[in-house]
């Protein structure tokens, strides 16, 4: 069974652009009201790419909320607690790098 398959979440749209041992490319759109709900990874770095938005990036330890406007980035580290939603919770749709390293996805 795949990470994906193990995924408790479900939303609009999931579409990898590349996978290689370390490193996850993928585009994933959020329709109104879904989310990308509380995790954390172990080992890789996400790093959000806006495609289209508002996005807004929740992060723990420590706290902070991050609005990104299309075309703008953020990094969440390896270890460090987020969540992904549209701002207000409307659509939103980006690109998300995740490495260098194993890829794995730990509620909170």
Known sequence: MSEDDKLTYKIKGRERIAVAKDLRVSILTLAA???VPW???DI???DFFCMEGPMQIETRN???VQILAPGETFKAP???P???TGQNDGPCKFMI???VGKYNFVPE
């Open 33 to 35: 009201g879904e989310e």
């Open 39 to 41: 995790h954390s990874h």
């Open 44 to 46: 890789i770095d996400d």
């Open 62 to 64: 420590p706290d902070a």
């Open 78 to 80: 390896a270890k460090r």
């Open 82 to 84: 987020h969540r992904v």
């Open 97 to 99: 790098v995740q490495g």
